[in-house]
């Protein structure tokens, strides 16, 4: 079980990956991150992350007897239009006015007084660091600010109808804040913002605001107010465009209609009429259940349903309970393993839902799936799909379909970036939820380059998260990869590795440049030594490796474990047989292990880089048949250490192999 404290010290490890964040690309390595993280980090990923993608599943697990995973046909990517009528204006234009909005009714402190923002700074801004500095409310409501012009953008790009449906909300809330106003100037009494108590009621009329607000007398009025009329202003415009465009005018309906009824026509595995639409917003899912289930039930003959995950449910199944759990099962019978008896309920063959169900749902009988918009995090397109992409489908082959705004990539990610004024970091868990930071001039961080190299790369495949990029996966964090060999190898020769003596050793050949030749060291201290780890939540235990240079530097010191055993794992794997040549070579440089004098400093040099200390001396005694040990003080009070094995890494001449 993982405690309550155990949790609080990652408040440095986020400190610690920020500052990782802010290095040059190419000091942005995995080891580098590891290094900087530390041992706890780790050791709470290990305990609560299963990291199995598909290429994790297929390499470690097999699908002998789970079964195969269905092929990826190359994604279909559709850009069409907004109004058939031709009359929307393009989204350019309609960027350019959302960047003019002031959304002045959801920033108030924006107009406070200068003399009296000091009064307002003490009643909401928030103390950090402890005490030492705090966050200003005024730039929490610009950073709100910025994502409800990100929210207004993405809508628009989502769907028309939706993004009236939000222009129309706001558009409310300015003229509520307008009539605020108006009904209360006449009744202003001199009154400090710090006596008052804002669930008093007879402060009412003289506050304005929502969760965060303002006395009227305190805020430039005149001001205010000409900026709200200039977003009533705006904001009608872009309502009454927008309206117009209804389910008749709306070509990206259209062509989504287009698609289904093509699919559920002419099946890529026999049968399938299977298709789940995916949105990122509920105004958008029920639009478009509104608009699809009648149809697809009179022309195609098939049942809908909607999951939005905000209570509003739907299906065309009549006596089918609405439950997100009903409605799935009916969906996808098969993987969610629904009752025989409850077959007569019936089948859906349309899911129109948001990603409230992009993780953790077996869909695969499914083998159709359609992105209605793009999320701004290409890891959740990524996590969509894999509802569909499961090992042991009944499909022999999965679709994605991306629609895309029918605009070039990079004026659609540019006007992202300009209407938002912020970045987007992927989070190094891989949740897919999203981080926002402001972005530092001249330190862009190759966000807007990344996130368009991977939605390009979705334009012509279904990628991995693994393969993201300059990404990192759980896969280089954890043991888990390692763990899964130790099982698999226990399980097919039981007893070998008790019985291993101590100061095993094999020969091996490299050629990579990340793998020089020198010596792994596998090394279990003993005694008090033992008792002293080196540092919380370091994952081995007593036992240290350490990737020696045979010029006696430190390649991989004992706290890049993880990266020590890939190393070892990429130079070992699949050789079977002893490599003679090398074995060979390396019986005449040492006249058959009796003149292992650089070993002897290389080891010295091992031990050191553990328990910290610079003297090296030599310690022949190490390399004995069966094993021995340093003695206790043998290294200025370190106590002893036991040499469990070794792994001799030679360059490569005509042959490759290892002798075990």
């Given at each position: 079980?993982?405690?309550?404290?155990?949790?609080?010290p990652?408040?440095?490890p986020?400190?610690?990956?920020?500052?990782?964040?802010?290095?040059?690309?190419?000091?942005?390595?995995?080891v580098?991150?590891?290094?900087?993280?530390?041992?706890d980090?780790f050791?709470?990923?290990?305990?609560?992350?299963i990291?199995?993608?598909r290429?994790?599943v297929?390499?470690?697990?097999?699908?002998?007897?789970?079964?195969?995973?269905?092929?990826?046909?190359?994604?279909?990517?559709i850009?069409?239009?907004?109004d058939?009528?031709?009359?929307?204006?393009p989204?350019?234009?309609i960027?350019n006015?959302?960047?003019?909005?002031?959304?002045?009714?959801y920033?108030?402190?924006?107009?406070v007084?200068?003399?009296?923002?000091e009064?307002?700074?003490?009643?909401?801004?928030?103390?950090?660091?402890?005490g030492?500095?705090?966050?200003?409310?005024?730039?929490?409501?610009?950073?709100?600010?910025h994502?409800?012009?990100v929210n207004?953008?993405k809508?628009?790009?989502?769907a028309?109808?939706?993004?009236?449906?939000?222009?129309?909300?706001?558009?409310?809330?300015v003229?509520?804040t307008?009539?605020?106003?108006?009904?209360?100037?006449?009744?202003?009494?001199?009154?400090?913002?710090?006596?008052v108590?804002?669930?008093?009621p007879?402060?009412?009329?003289?506050?304005?605001?929502?969760?965060?607000k303002v006395?009227l007398?305190?805020?430039?009025?005149?001001?205010?107010?000409?900026?709200?009329?200039e977003?009533?202003?705006?904001?009608a415009?872009l309502f009454?465009a927008?309206?117009?465009?209804?389910?008749?005018?709306d070509?990206?309906?259209?062509?989504?209609?287009?698609?289904?009824?093509?699919?559920?026509?002419?099946?890529?595995?026999?049968?399938n009429?299977k298709v789940i639409?995916f949105t990122?917003?509920?105004?958008?899912?029920?639009?478009l259940?509104d608009?699809?289930?009648?149809?697809?039930?009179?022309?195609?003959?098939?049942?809908?349903?909607?999951?939005s995950?905000s209570g509003?449910?739907?299906?065309?199944?009549s006596?089918?309970?609405?439950?997100?759990g009903?409605?799935?099962s009916?969906?996808?019978?098969?993987?969610?393993?629904?009752p025989?008896?409850?077959?007569?309920?019936g089948?859906i063959?349309?899911?129109?839902?948001?990603?409230?169900?992009?993780e953790?749902?077996?869909?695969?009988?499914c083998?159709?799936?359609?992105n209605?918009?793009?999320?701004?995090?290409?890891?959740?397109?990524?996590?969509?799909f894999?509802?569909?992409?499961?090992?042991?489908?009944?499909n022999?082959?999965?679709?994605l379909?991306?629609?895309w705004?029918?605009i070039?990539?990079?004026?659609y990610i540019?006007?992202?970036?300009?209407?938002?004024?912020?970045?987007?970091?992927?989070?190094?868990?891989?949740?897919?939820?999203?981080?926002?930071?402001?972005?530092q001039?001249?330190?862009?961080?190759?966000?807007?380059?990344y996130?368009?190299?991977q939605?390009?790369?979705?334009?012509?495949?279904?990628i991995?998260?693994?393969d993201l990029?300059t990404g990192?996966?759980?896969?280089?964090?954890?043991?888990t990869d390692?763990?899964?060999?130790?099982a698999?190898?226990?399980?097919?020769?039981?007893g070998?590795?008790?019985?291993m003596p101590?100061?095993?050793?094999?020969?091996v050949?490299?050629?990579e440049v990340?793998?020089?030749?020198?010596?792994?060291?596998?090394?279990?201290?003993?005694g008090?030594?033992?008792?002293?780890i080196?540092?919380a939540?370091?994952?081995?235990?007593?036992?240290?490796?350490?990737?020696?240079?045979?010029?006696?530097?430190?390649?991989?010191?004992?706290t890049?474990?993880k990266?020590?055993?890939?190393?070892?794992?990429?130079?070992?794997?699949?050789?079977?047989?002893?490599d003679?040549?090398?074995?060979?070579?390396?019986?005449?440089?040492?006249?058959?292990?009796?003149?292992?004098?650089a070993?002897?400093?290389?080891?010295?040099?091992?031990?050191?880089?553990?328990?910290?200390?610079?003297?090296?001396?030599?310690?022949?005694?190490l390399?004995a048949?069966?094993?021995?040990?340093?003695?206790?003080g043998?290294?200025?009070?370190?106590?002893?250490?036991?040499?469990i094995?070794?792994?001799?890494?030679?360059p490569?001449?005509?042959s490759?192999?290892?002798?075990?």
């Amino acid at each position: 079980m993982v405690s309550v404290a155990s949790i609080v010290p990652l408040v440095l490890p986020q400190k610690q990956f920020n500052r990782w964040l802010d290095l040059d690309e190419h000091d942005r390595s995995p080891v580098r991150l590891i290094e900087m993280l530390g041992f706890d980090y780790f050791t709470l990923l290990d305990l609560l992350t299963i990291a199995r993608s598909r290429k994790h599943v297929e390499k470690y697990y097999g699908t002998a007897e789970t079964g195969r995973f269905p092929e990826r046909l190359k994604p279909i990517n559709i850009q069409s239009d907004v109004d058939l009528a031709g009359e929307f204006r393009p989204i350019r234009e309609i960027n350019n006015e959302i960047r003019r909005l002031n959304l002045a009714s959801y920033a108030p402190l924006r107009y406070v007084l200068p003399h009296k923002q000091e009064a307002y700074d003490r009643k909401y801004s928030t103390h950090v660091r402890g005490g030492v500095s705090f966050f200003r409310q005024a730039d929490r409501e610009e950073s709100l600010i910025h994502l409800l012009r990100v929210n207004l953008l993405k809508r628009m790009e989502s769907a028309v109808p939706s993004f009236a449906l939000t222009v129309q909300r706001q558009l409310r809330d300015v003229e509520a804040t307008l009539a605020r106003i108006e009904s209360s100037v006449a009744e202003l009494e001199p009154v400090d913002i710090t006596d008052v108590d804002l669930d008093d009621p007879a402060f009412e009329s003289l506050l304005v605001g929502r969760k965060v607000k303002v006395l009227l007398q305190d805020v430039d009025l005149i001001r205010w107010k000409q900026e709200l009329i200039e977003d009533r202003n705006r904001l009608a415009t872009l309502f009454s465009a927008a309206a117009q465009v209804d389910a008749e005018r709306d070509a990206k309906l259209a062509a989504l209609k287009e698609v289904i009824a093509e699919k559920c026509l002419r099946p890529i595995n026999f049968g399938n009429r299977k298709v789940i639409v995916f949105t990122a917003f509920t105004d958008t899912a029920c639009y478009l259940y509104d608009h699809l289930a009648s149809w697809a039930k009179s022309a195609l003959d098939i049942e809908s349903a909607l999951i939005s995950g905000s209570g509003t449910n739907q299906t065309t199944l009549s006596g089918l309970r609405k439950d997100q759990g009903t409605l799935l099962s009916a969906f996808a019978p098969r993987a969610k393993e629904r009752p025989a008896e409850l077959a007569s309920e019936g089948e859906i063959d349309l899911l129109i839902a948001t990603d409230c169900i992009s993780e953790g749902q077996n869909l695969q009988d499914c083998d159709w799936l359609i992105n209605y918009d793009i999320h701004w995090n290409p890891v959740r397109i990524i996590q969509r799909f894999g509802r569909i992409d499961r090992i042991g489908s009944p499909n022999s082959c999965i679709q994605l379909v991306n629609f895309w705004p029918n605009i070039e990539l990079d004026e659609y990610i540019n006007l992202e970036q300009r209407v938002s004024g912020k970045m987007v970091l992927l989070d190094i868990s891989a949740t897919g939820e999203e981080n926002l930071i402001e972005q530092q001039s001249g330190n862009q961080m190759n966000d807007l380059e990344y996130r368009r190299n991977q939605l390009l790369k979705l334009q012509d495949t279904v990628i991995d998260l693994e393969d993201l990029s300059t990404g990192i996966s759980i896969a280089d964090l954890t043991l888990t990869d390692l763990r899964i060999d130790l099982a698999q190898y226990l399980k097919a020769k039981p007893g070998v590795l008790e019985c291993m003596p101590l100061g095993s050793f094999a020969v091996v050949t490299t050629t990579e440049v990340d793998i020089p030749p020198g010596i792994i060291f596998c090394l279990r201290a003993e005694g008090e030594s033992s008792k002293r780890i080196p540092e919380a939540g370091y994952p081995l235990g007593v036992h240290y490796l350490v990737y020696m240079n045979e010029d006696g530097s430190v390649i991989l010191p004992y706290t890049q474990a993880k990266q020590i055993l890939d190393r070892l794992k990429r130079l070992c794997l699949g050789r079977d047989l002893p490599d003679f040549a090398a074995c060979a070579r390396f019986d005449k440089t040492t006249k058959q292990g009796e003149e292992m004098l650089a070993a002897h400093r290389l080891l010295a040099s091992a031990v050191s880089s553990v328990a910290g200390k610079n003297q090296e001396r030599a310690v022949a005694s190490l390399f004995a048949p069966g094993g021995t040990h340093v003695m206790k003080g043998e290294f200025a009070g370190i106590n002893d250490f036991e040499v469990i094995a070794y792994l001799l890494i030679v360059p490569e001449t005509t042959s490759s192999g290892s002798n075990d």
